[in-house]
């Protein structure tokens, strides 16, 4: 299996991880995953806030396809790196955020 950092969403991910800004200090991410999307599988090696525009219900996966979690997605919120998942928009809109992450 690949490192996590070898699978970076900005990379592997990006028709739903988009990059705003980047520096190295910090990298923006504009997140829009539409109703009934699922992501490939992906991390974010560094930690993070999460900013919420669009919230809606999503159900992570771990790299064999188990369900991890499955949560509302809201507000802002401080995110440590994430290993290798998957998330699906198991809600009925789109979601959108913005994951600021510090390098």
């Known amino acids: 299996m690949p490192e996590n ?5 900005a990379k592997v ?5 988009k990059t705003l800004f980047e520096n190295d200090k910090v990298r923006v991410l504009e997140v829009t995953i539409e109703a009934g999307e699922k992501e490939p599988i992906h ?3 560094y930690k993070s806030i ?3 525009e669009k919230p809606s219900r999503i159900k992570y996966y771990d790299e064999d396809g188990n369900v991890l979690e499955e949560v509302e997605i809201e507000g802002v919120s401080w995110r440590e790196p994430m290993g290798l998942h998957a998330a699906e ?5 789109v979601f959108k955020g913005y994951r600021i992450e510090m390098k």
């Open 43 to 45: 991390s974010h090696p």
């Open 13 to 17: 991910a990006s028709k739903t991880h």
């Open 50 to 52: 999460t900013i919420v």
């Open 5 to 9: 950092k070898d699978l970076d969403a």
């Open 89 to 93: 928009n198991v809600g009925g809109s």
